[in-house]
């Protein structure tokens, strides 16, 4: 395992992480789902027993995943672990039959109270905002808790997970007030949005966490043209036939023949891919499984520039009409 610089802080943090949304488990709001289905907790725990002899440090977690319960999981697990980084986010939460949202000064502090008891730790390594959108961050309670949270040393550092679509107006607002110390954003092969907030990150000392770099699934291999999603899978209402078909269908013709020059999985591919931006600080594919942990980390590679660049292209002649169905699905 490899460990890269987040930002100027003192974290160094393995270039892949573990995802730990799959592992909250199925949770609805309402009738809303917003886990992967259903998982087995004592499963759950070997695949994180098996990322920490692959040397994966970095676990990243949310107190809305399984509404608490990848916390607790990650509590239960690897609490008392010093070698371990945990990052979390607040934000999110359930509210009677919907998904709400609060910035306020004062529930972030209770939140983050809850996080810290449920993963049984007296600090969050880092701890970043989910999704907070523009007005939250001008009205500023939500900044306040954080800068008062590390002030008393329950957060060591902070920043905020950017929006799937539109990630620039809040990364600009971190970057002109020089808030916190990292940015969470999507960055795989078909949603490249976030590129060129990479180079200004990392210009400006911020550490960098890559989210859903298999999309959902879809650039992993694993998915057929006709998958079908459990209604308890948030994916049965963003992934339609169209976006699956269309997706497969550019990856067939013009990913997937790099799989053979590098010998290497699609998975390995893919991630291969984000790495190749020394920007990004770690990579957090999702875990649930210890088969997942070698799927994930045992078949990197060092792209060339060439096929980086034919990669890279392809976000603006196949990726982003793809994308604007992504959008309309949420």
């Known amino acids: 395992m490899n460990y890269r610089a987040f930002g100027n802080t003192d974290l160094k943090v393995s270039e892949i992480g573990f995802g730990t949304w799959a592992i909250g488990g199925a949770a609805f709001v309402g009738k809303t789902p917003i886990g992967w289905g259903p998982s087995d907790d004592t499963v759950s725990v070997k695949a994180i027993h098996t990322a920490l002899d692959a040397g994966i440090n970095f676990f990243d977690t949310a107190d809305f995943y399984g509404l608490g319960h990848s916390e607790e999981l990650l509590g239960n697990t690897i609490s008392n672990r010093k070698d371990v980084i945990i990052a979390s986010k607040v934000g999110q939460k359930a509210g009677a039959d919907k998904v709400e949202i609060d910035y306020t000064y004062d529930y972030i502090i209770r939140a983050c109270e809850a996080s810290l008891k449920r993963l049984k730790r007296d600090h969050i390594d880092f701890h970043h905002l989910h999704v907070a959108r523009m007005q ?57 949005k976030a590129l060129p907030i990479l180079a200004k990150a990392a210009n400006a000392g911020y550490g960098v966490i890559a989210r859903m770099p298999l999309q959902f699934g879809l650039l992993s291999g694993q998915i057929k043209p006709d998958a079908v999603f459990g209604s308890d899978d948030h994916r049965s209402y963003r992934i ?34 984000i790495l190749g931006y020394p920007e990004i600080s770690t990579v957090i594919p999702g875990i649930r499984k210890p088969e997942q942990v070698a799927l994930n980390t045992e078949h990197l590679v060092q792209l060339d520039e060439t096929d980086k660049q034919m990669l890279r292209d392809l976000y603006e002649t196949d990726w982003l009409a793809v994308m604007g169905l992504m959008e309309k699905q949420g």
């Open 240 to 273: 339609t036939p169209q976006i699956t078909g269309t997706v497969l269908q550019v990856l067939e013709d013009k990913v997937w023949p790099l799989c053979k020059k590098y010998d290497t999985t699609p998975t390995g591919l893919a991630l291969s891919y």
């Open 136 to 192: 939250h961050l001008e009205n500023g309670q939500c900044i306040q808790a954080m800068q008062q949270l590390q002030k008393e040393g329950r957060i060591r550092y902070w920043g905020i997970s950017l929006i799937t679509f539109n990630p620039f107006p809040e990364a600009a607002f971190f970057l002109e007030h020089s808030l916190g110390n990292g940015f969470q954003l999507v960055f795989n092969l078909i949603n490249q």
